[in-house]
C-alpha cells in the first residue's frame, strides 16, 4: 500500500544551520506531495507541496523536490530559526484515494 | 478569515459516555475529514464526506460516528465503544477530490479519559 517514511527525530540544530528532513515514499500512480508543520499544540499547516515529478515547491525558506526516480521529497531550508522549532509532516495523496497518508512526523528543535 | 473551526480545545469524557467534537468551516469546500493523531505516529483517517449528506469510513472507523447535514459542518462523535479515544483529533477540508489539491487543518481538540 501507499506509504511515506521520515527519518527520526529529533533533529537538533543551531540557529542558521542547513536543515534537510528525508522524506521518501512509496505510492501506486502519481501522488502528490505535501509538507505539512505543526507548531505545539496547534494543528497542521500547510508549508509546501508539489503535483508532478521534478516539481520544486517552497514557502518561507523552506524547499521539497519531487524526485520520482528516488522516490523522494526531501525537505530543506537554508538558513534555520528558533521559530523554525516544530514538527514537519511528509505526506502523499494519491488520484481516487480521499486521504492523506501521512508520514510519523519529525521534531525540529532549533537553539539559538 | 476563512478557516476551519474546531471546539472544544480540550474535552474530557467519562466512562460509558458519547462525546461530539465540532467542526465547523467557511472555506466554502465541499470536502471534509477527520484524523486522529497519536504521540509518535502520523495522522490516521476516521471518517471523510465528499458532499453533504454522504459520508465514508476511513481506516480507523470503529467507535466513531459521523453527519454532515450542512456543507460547512462536520461534527464527530466518539461513542462508547471507542475503548482508546485520548487523542488529538484534527479536522480537515478540501475544496475537492484532486489530488492536487491539500487539506486544510483545524487547531484540534484534544480528548482525555477522565
Known amino acids: 500500500g501507499d506509504s511515506v517514511t521520515q527519518m527520526e527525530g529529533p533533529v537538533t540544530l543551531s540557529e542558521e544551520a542547513f536543515l534537510t528532513i528525508n522524506c521518501t515514499y512509496t505510492?501506486?500512480?502519481?501522488?502528490?506531495l505535501f509538507w505539512y508543520v505543526q507548531y505545539p499544540g496547534e494543528g497542521l499547516q500547510l508549508l509546501l507541496k508539489a503535483t508532478k515529478a521534478d516539481d520544486k515547491g517552497s514557502n518561507k525558506g523552506f524547499e521539497a523536490t519531487y524526485r520520482k526516480e528516488t522516490t523522494s521529497f526531501h525537505l530543506e531550508k537554508g538558513s534555520v530559526q528558533v521559530s523554525d522549532s516544530a514538527v514537519y509532516f511528509c505526506?502523499?495523496?494519491?488520484?481516487?484515494?480521499?486521504?492523506?497518508?501521512f508520514g510519523t512526523g519529525t521534531r525540529l528543535l532549533v537553539s539559538p | 478569515d476563512g478557516g476551519i473551526t474546531q471546539s472544544p480545545k480540550y474535552l474530557f469524557r467519562k466512562e460509558g459516555q458519547n462525546v461530539t467534537l465540532s467542526c465547523e468551516q467557511n472555506l466554502n469546500h465541499d470536502a471534509m475529514y477527520w484524523y486522529r493523531q497519536d504521540p509518535g505516529q502520523g495522522l490516521r483517517l476516521i471518517y471523510y464526506s465528499q458532499i453533504v449528506n454522504d459520508f465514508q469510513k476511513g481506516d480507523i472507523a470503529e467507535g466513531y460516528s459521523v453527519s454532515r447535514e450542512k456543507k460547512e459542518s462536520f461534527p464527530l462523535t466518539v461513542t462508547s465503544a471507542q475503548k482508546n479515544p485520548t487523542a488529538f483529533y484534527l479536522c480537515?477540508?478540501?475544496?475537492?477530490?484532486?489530488?492536487?489539491?491539500?487539506?486544510?487543518f483545524g487547531d484540534g481538540t484534544r480528548l482525555s479519559i477522565l
Open positions: 505526506a502523499l495523496k494519491v488520484t481516487g484515494f480521499q486521504k492523506l497518508v
Open positions: 505510492a501506486t500512480g502519481y501522488p502528490s
Open positions: 480537515a477540508s478540501s475544496e475537492g477530490q484532486a489530488n492536487n489539491q491539500p487539506q486544510h
